[in-house]
Every structure is written in structure tokens, then in C-alpha cells.
């Protein structure tokens, strides 16, 4: 009785319990379960199908299943549920399908490296964050070199681009003779593109390229490819360069030292295989497969779609034509179909005798499908934009990429996230397909191991495994959009 | 510092190299220009290689193999095919194939993916958690994984034939597939259908003079029973009246198999239930948002105005959930349609599997059958949505 009596200064009374009835597990349950005749039958109708479902789902799954078993006879023997002995006994192949046993361990730094590399792009309070991205900017040339193998070049010439080209070009003062950007992004995409292109000649198409430098001998070509380099880390050590000039040295010397070495084939003295044993990519699968497509296709196929959605807004006509027929064709047709088209057709289309590695032909028609997909997305982004946006920035006397970049493609990108992850999830579901053309992707890597007579029968268990990886990395990738999606939303909430 | 400023009319641009890259239309001009060239230069390249190629190898473009004998047989087909019919057959059997799992799939989601759907949104916590989780899981696995678990299931847990389960002697499940009774139509059964033409017809004709009488005297009409005893009704009492002319050969067990009555094969259903099982969940995400979308001012405005719930919900809601609810969905049914592709997994005769698969190994013909395959799924597409683009274009918001 004496808290009824007691006076409080206003603001100071402290908080009551609800009353009975208002709170609580009752309460909760009545709101939620049995508010109205009809909830009540379908709440019950719905636990008795729970009831049927999840005792023998549960069983199957953990507690009458086999986890280590020599043969199906000796699972069944064992116990009635799932046989995940099976699994256990592949989950090497599972993992990396055929890479040579003694070599699993750069599939595993790999996949360390690109965790890391992960973390400063998902993460924007990781300690140090600058500096991580640029190795960030440098792991693609790195996991390049572990998976494949060589001499290394690459991954030198990664670390080069990451650790000297990207800095010079993002941290250069932006002087009077720039006027207000320089548009640093094209110079970094044109090194890339430089490099990946001749890069990737040199290993995938067995034409080689000969220019007729072989004569220069060794020592001299190892000379020029220093001095290259040399020159390209210039900027970094000679403050008094004006932006502009800095930016463009340092990726121009870039490109050239990248396109001397493929074409000059410098090695210091090591052959290609000397490093690292070089391992065909017919021998990648599982698992890491599907990361390898999965993870190159969305990084490839972002800035790729992003062009291709400018373009099907361009007010030039053709590019707008050549984009809009682009997306509507890959989108109209199926991906199964056109990785046959890569992998039956596309030989026709390049010079008689050039062979041209399976994985990069079915890499590029993903990257393609999924890129037209996210134009569409990115498309939907740019047309929320009002015009007054663009407007605006004409006014400002920005240029069109000044515009895009800097005015409308950041709201236009942020509101279109949750489309970019989905169809991010969607290009990492349908690694699956290539299976049908003969990559031993894990749904290939499991329907080999099927036809094992000590094993037959076991379908389930294999594409409950296969479902379940499946589930957690699209899972992930779906709850991560969310929090992107609430961190990034700035303006008000119409609720 | 007051100067007067002159206004003149500005400067008559005069043409100069100069000015090609400065001022922008003449900018854009150029990089069209280079553009078609650029794409010209990359067409006649390709082009030069597949002549060289064809050259090369001896190979004569053409699709007159398409007259061959195909000479491989296709155990699910609608239209009469054997190992002598040609692969023009063939492509004709796996065309109708693929619009047949495409249309019972598209059908089949779209009936449990709004039920999902609607279920989501429930009040009841435990039945809206458990379409989450279905949603969740089911959206987040590759749908080949979906075709290949389900087929799976099929062939490895359903009994063999001698043990099939047996529903009413006349339905029976086993691992080479479900056999049912099929009709067989008598001869007096085109007056039944006649009749349900008729009965369509005078509904939808009956429905359109309701509107008008509405519309001028504000009387309303029983439209729904109407509709309802023209379409249903009208075909069973012909159907009654012309002394039911229609049989059912119910399939028996004979031999190794069952024999009469239809077979849905372990194929076609494998891939009608995963792909109907996984576009449902996208389609439930689609109807979720088209229906929380809808203002919730909406709905207490018509109540305000005196509407019943199930008005509200028919009048003001629903009409304007599927306006957001239709362009969504159309997609969802070309994706139904595409992945109908990946019948190949499992041996389900599309027209991927015949035309672009069988045939092409054995003719060779790499370039003609997968041009005739690109060529199908594209003016699937096509149709697709622009039937579904008609639709929206009727529901559409009219503006100003």
C-alpha cells in the first residue's frame, strides 16, 4: 500500500508491470496462437504436421545416422538414418575434387587469403581498413597464382598494382590542373584490363604470343622489365609530381611493365613451373570450384552490369540499341543453353587450332549471364533516381562519368542492393549447372561417386549435404544484404 | 565596374577538329560511330572465323538434317514418335515437352506460392515461422539440386512396381512412376465440351452486361452464381444428359509394368514438383510484398466507408497488390520456363535434351541445333511476357 501513496517528482515514477493478462507466455500465446476459433485449428493442424515431420526428419538426419561406415551394407548395419559415412569418406573430393593431394594446401591458404580479403570490403570498422584493402585490391592476382600455378608473375605484378598503382591513383592530391576529378577509376581499369587481358592470353589460348624479342637475351629483357617497374613506383618516392601526372605515370608504366613481361616472358631465371607445380584447371572441383566461378563471376560481373545499365540509359542511340538487344537476349535464354553454346559452339567463333580452357569459357558466360541480370537491377536503381539529380550535377559542370560517379550511381547502387545480392545468390546457385557440361562442381563430384557399387543409393544423402552448403553461404549472403541494406538507409523510414 | 553587357546571339558554332571531342554532340556522334564499327569489326571477325571453321572441317551450313531419321527413342512424349521419326519430330516432341512441364509448373506454383504467401502474413506466429522457414531454405538452394534431390527421392523410396501403393485400385505409386485411370472420351462427349464453351462464353458475357447495368442503374446482379452455375454447371447436366459418355482405362498391373491408363513418369514429376516446390517460394516473396505494400490507410479508409472485410479485401486491396504483385510474377514464370532446361540432369526429353543434346552428338551439327534452341526459349520468352505485359498494361494504374 505504500507505493500507492508515495509521491514521485514528475518524470521520476518508475515503471509498473503491465497489468495480468497483458504479458507473459499467456499472453503471448494467446495473441499469437489461439486468437480466433480458426487460429486455434490451424495452429493445431500445424503442430500435428510438425509432429509427423521433425521426429523422423531428426532422426534421419542426426541421431540414427551412420557417421563412419566402410560400405552402404555396413551403414544400414549400423543404423536406419542418413549415411553421412559416405560423405566423410569423399570429403576430400568433396572439397577439392581432383586437385593433386599434395597441392590442397594452396586451396586452403586461398581460401584463408580470401577470407581476409573479405573482411575489410563487408566489414567497415575493421582495425587498419585502408591498408587491408589494398591487399584486397591485390588477393585476385594472388589466388590466381595459388590455384593455377607458375612462376609467380602474376601475383608479383598483383602486389605491385595493389600496393603502388592503387594508392598513387586514389591518394594523389587533386590539384587546379585535374579540375574537379580525374576520374582515377578509369586509369585503374585500364591497367587491369591491360594486365588480365594479356595475362590471361598467355595462359589460357595455346597461341603464343612472339613479337620477336627472344633475341634480347635473358639479362637484358630482366633489365627492362626492372626498369619498368622502376619507373612505375616513381610517384610513390617523388612527392613534387602534380596529381594528374602522378596518376597517369604511375598506371601507364603499370601497363607497359606488365604487357614487356608477357610478351618479353621475363623470368628472372625461373621456368614457369618452378614455384608452383602448375595444376590444369580440369582438375579443380567441388567446393572450391563452385567458389572459384561463384566468387569471379560476382566480382567481374558488377562493374560489368553497372556499364551495361548506363548503357541501356545512354542517350546515344546505338550503345543504347547494342546494350538493351545485349541484355534482352541473355536474359531471354536460359544459362544451360548458353554453357553449351560455350562449350559446343564457341570453338567456331575463334581462329582455326586455338584452344581456349573450358573453365574460362564457362567463366565468361556466367560472368555474362549474371551481368545482364544486374543491369536490369542496377537499371530499376537509376530510373528511382529523380532527374533533378543529374540535373543538378549538369548544372554543377560535372561531366556524364563526373555525374555518374559521384552523383547518381551512389543512391542508385544503395537502393538497388537487395536486387545486386539476389542476383548475386542466383549466380552462386547456378555454378550447379556447369555439371552438365562435365565440371566436376560438387553435385558432379557426388553423382561420380554415386556409381560406386559400394555405395549406391545414397542420392540423398549426397544432395542433402550438397543442399546444406548451399543453404549456409546463400543464407549468409542474404541476412549480410539486410544489414547493408539498414546501415546504408540515411533517410527516414516512411513508418 | 558597371559595364553594360551586350547580349548577342551566340557564336554560329563553326566545325573544326577541334571541337569533335569538346562539344557534345558532336562527341556523341563519334563514339557512336566508333562503337559501330567496333561492334562491325568484331561481327566480321567472328563471322571469318565460323566460315573458316566450317571450311576447315568440310561442314555445310544448312538444317536439312533436321529430315534425318533420328534414330534414338523418347519414352515421355504428347505426339506419336519412334526411333524412325526425324529429328524435326524429335525437336517437336521436346518442345511440346518442355511447354508441358512449363505450364503444369507455372500452374502449380502459382497455387502454392500464393497460399505461401498468404500464409506468411498470418497472424498465427507458428504457421507464418514455418512458411518463413520453408521460404528460406527452399529459396537458398539451387533449384538442380531441388530437381536432383526430389528424383532421388522418387526412384530410391518409392516401392518397386510388384509392391506399388495402391490408392482405390485405380492409383498407383511406384518408382518407375505414378499410373492413373485416363479418360477416354465417347463419342457424345464433344457435347459436353461444346457445352462448357457456351457456358464460358454466356458468363463472361453475362459478367460484361452486369457491369453495364451497374454502372447505369447502380443495381447489382448475383454475378458470381451466374458465372459460377455457367461455367460448372451447364457441362454437368450435358454431361448428365448425353448419359456421361466417358470411360476411364484404369492401369493394371501386367508383367513387369502396369499397363493402360496414364504414366506420369518419375522424370516429369521430379521436375514439375522442384520446379513448382521452388518458384512457390519466390512467388510467396512476391505476393508478401505486393500485399504489404498496400497502405494500411487503404484498408481503413474502405472500412471506414462501410465496405465488409471480404469486400475490402476483393475491391480495394487485392487490385492493388497485384499491381505490384504481376511484373514480379512474370518473371517467375520465365524462370519456370528456363530452368525446364535442366531436365537434362535427369533424363526428362525437353528440347534442350533432344535437339540440343542427343540430335546435336549425332549429327554434329553444333551451330544449327543450338541457333534452334536459342531461337525457342527466346520466343518463349517473348510470348511469355508479352502475355504477361498485356495483363499489367489492363491493371495498370490509368494516369494522367
Known amino acids: ?495 | 565596374m558597371s559595364q553594360s553587357i551586350d547580349y548577342q546571339a551566340p557564336p554560329r558554332q563553326s566545325f573544326s577538329i577541334g571541337k569533335i571531342w569538346t562539344d557534345k554532340r558532336t562527341r556523341g556522334l563519334v563514339i557512336q560511330l566508333l562503337a559501330t564499327l567496333a561492334i562491325c569489326a568484331v561481327v566480321l571477325y567472328l563471322a571469318g572465323n565460323v566460315v573458316e571453321n566450317f571450311q576447315k572441317l568440310g561442314k555445310p551450313f544448312g538444317f536439312g538434317f533436321l529430315q534425318q531419321e533420328a534414330g534414338y527413342d523418347i519414352n515421355q512424349r504428347l505426339v506419336e514418335y519412334n526411333s524412325q521419326s526425324t529429328h524435326l519430330r524429335a525437336a517437336v516432341v521436346g518442345i511440346l515437352n518442355t511447354l508441358l512441364v512449363a505450364v503444369c509448373g507455372i500452374i502449380l506454383a502459382s497455387i502454392l506460392g500464393f497460399i505461401l504467401g498468404v500464409l506468411r502474413l498470418s497472424p498465427n506466429w507458428i504457421v507464418n515461422r514455418l512458411a518463413y522457414c520453408y521460404i528460406e531454405f527452399v529459396r537458398n538452394v539451387p533449384v538442380l539440386v531441388h530437381i536432383l534431390l526430389v528424383h532421388g527421392i522418387l526412384v530410391h523410396s518409392l516401392p518397386k512396381t510388384r509392391q506399388a501403393i495402391d490408392v482405390a485400385d485405380s492409383f498407383f505409386f511406384t518408382n518407375r512412376g505414378f499410373f492413373v485411370p485416363k479418360p477416354i472420351m465417347e463419342p457424345l462427349f464433344w457435347l459436353v465440351l461444346a457445352a462448357f464453351v457456351i457456358g464460358v462464353v454466356y458468363a463472361f458475357w453475362y459478367r460484361r452486361m452486369a457491369r453495364i447495368k451497374q454502372a447505369a442503374t447502380g443495381e447489382q446482379s448475383p454475378v458470381f452464381w451466374v458465372m459460377l452455375g455457367s461455367i460448372v454447371g451447364v457441362p454437368i447436366v450435358a454431361f448428365l444428359l448425353t448419359g456421361m459418355p466417358l470411360a476411364w482405362d484404369i492401369p493394371a498391373l501386367k508383367g513387369f509394368n502396369f499397363k493402360g491408363g496414364m504414366a506420369l513418369r518419375p522424370e516429369f514429376l521430379s521436375l514439375w514438383l522442384a520446379l513448382s516446390l521452388y518458384t512457390a517460394a519466390f512467388i510467396a516473396e512476391n505476393v508478401r510484398s505486393g500485399i504489404e505494400a498496400v497502405n494500411k490507410g487503404q484498408t481503413e479508409a474502405a472500412l471506414a466507408l462501410g465496405l465488409p472485410r471480404k469486400r475490402t479485401l476483393n475491391l480495394v486491396v487485392i487490385p492493388q497488390a497485384m499491381r505490384v504483385i504481376i511484373p514480379p510474377l512474370n518473371s517467375q514464370y520465365l524462370n519456370i520456363t528456363k530452368n525446364s532446361s535442366l531436365a537434362i540432369a535427369i533424363g526428362y526429353m525437353d528440347i534442350v535434351a533432344t535437339i540440343g543434346g542427343i540430335s546435336l552428338n549425332q549429327t554434329g551439327r553444333e551451330m544449327e541445333c543450338m541457333l534452334i534452341v536459342l531461337g525457342l526459349y527466346l520466343t518463349f520468352s517473348l510470348v511469355i511476357s508479352s502475355v504477361m505485359n498485356w495483363y499489367n498494361n489492363r491493371l495498370a494504374l490509368v494516369e494522367r
Open chain 1, 1 to 495: 500500500m505504500e507505493t500507492a501513496t508515495r509521491a514521485y517528482p514528475p518524470g521520476e515514477h518508475p515503471d509498473q508491470k503491465p497489468p495480468i493478462g497483458q504479458s507473459g507466455v499467456l499472453y503471448w500465446m494467446h495473441k499469437n496462437l489461439f486468437s480466433s476459433p480458426f487460429n486455434v485449428i490451424l495452429t493445431l493442424l500445424t503442430a500435428y504436421f510438425l509432429y509427423l515431420l521433425l521426429p523422423p526428419l531428426f532422426g534421419w538426419l542426426m541421431i540414427d545416422s551412420v557417421f563412419v561406415a566402410d560400405s552402404r551394407d555396413h551403414c544400414r548395419e549400423l543404423g536406419s538414418g542418413a549415411c553421412w559415412g559416405f560423405i566423410g569418406k569423399r570429403l576430400g573430393q568433396f572439397t577439392y575434387g581432383f586437385y593433386p593431394h599434395d597441392e590442397r594446401w594452396r586451396v586452403v591458404l586461398c581460401f584463408a587469403l580470401f577470407v581476409a580479403a573479405c573482411v575489410p570490403i563487408l566489414w567497415d570498422g575493421a582495425p587498419n581498413r585502408k591498408k587491408w584493402l589494398y591487399f584486397a585490391a591485390a588477393f585476385p592476382f594472388i589466388a590466381f597464382w595459388l590455384l593455377i600455378g607458375g612462376n609467380g608473375s602474376i601475383a608479383a605484378y598483383g602486389i605491385l598494382f595493389a600496393l603502388v598503382v592503387v594508392p598513387v591513383v586514389y591518394f594523389s592530391p587533386i590539384d587546379d590542373a585535374d579540375g574537379a576529378d580525374t576520374g582515377g577509376l578509369t586509369y585503374v581499369l585500364l591497367a587491369v584490363w591491360a594486365f588480365l587481358l594479356i595475362g590471361l592470353q598467355n595462359i589460357f589460348f595455346s597461341t603464343d604470343v612472339d613479337i620477336g624479342i627472344g633475341g634480347l637475351g635473358n639479362v637484358m629483357r630482366t633489365l627492362i622489365t626492372l626498369l619498368l617497374i622502376g619507373l612505375t613506383m616513381v610517384p610513390l618516392f617523388h612527392r613534387g609530381m602534380a596529381g594528374k601526372l602522378r596518376r597517369q605515370w604511375a598506371t601507364g608504366f603499370f601497363a607497359l611493365a606488365a604487357l614487356w613481361h608477357f610478351v618479353g616472358g621475363t623470368n628472372f631465371g625461373f621456368s614457369s613451373d618452378h614455384l608452383l607445380t602448375i595444376v590444369d584447371t580440369d582438375q579443380f572441383g567441388g567446393f572450391m570450384l563452385t567458389m572459384v566461378i561463384g566468387v569471379t563471376g560476382i566480382v567481374v560481373s558488377l562493374p560489368l552490369g553497372i556499364l551495361l545499365a548506363l548503357g541501356r540509359q545512354s542517350d546515344l542511340h546505338i550503345i543504347r540499341w547494342v546494350c538493351t538487344g545485349f541484355i534482352e537476349f541473355i536474359r531471354g535464354v536460359p544459362l544451360i543453353a548458353l554453357l553449351f553454346v560455350a562449350s559446343t559452339m564457341l570453338n567456331y567463333f575463334l581462329p582455326p587450332g586455338s584452344n581456349f580452357d573450358l573453365l574460362l569459357r564457362v567463366l565468361i558466360m556466367v560472368v555474362l549471364f549474371s551481368a545482364a541480370y544486374l543491369a536490369e537491377v542496377v537499371r530499376g536503381g537509376l530510373q528511382a533516381i529523380p532527374k533533378g539529380q543529374t540535373e543538378a550535377a549538369d548544372a554543377m559542370g560535372l561531366r556524364y562519368w563526373q555525374s555518374m560517379r559521384l552523383i547518381v550511381l551512389p543512391q542508385a547502387l544503395k537502393i538497388s542492393i537487395p536486387g545486386i545480392v539476389n542476383t548475386f545468390i542466383g549466380l552462386f546457385k547456378d555454378t550447379t549447372l556447369v555439371v552438365i557440361i562435365g565440371l566436376l562442381d560438387p553435385l558432379g563430384i557426388g553423382r561420380a561417386s554415386l556409381s560406386d557399387t559400394k555405395w549406391q543409393g545414397l542420392s540423398t544423402e549426397v544432395y542433402v549435404f550438397i543442399a546444406i552448403f548451399f543453404f549456409i553461404c546463400c543464407f549468409s549472403m542474404s541476412r549480410y544484404s539486410i544489414y547493408l541494406e539498414n546501415k546504408l538507409h540515411t533517410g527516414h523510414r516512411e513508418d
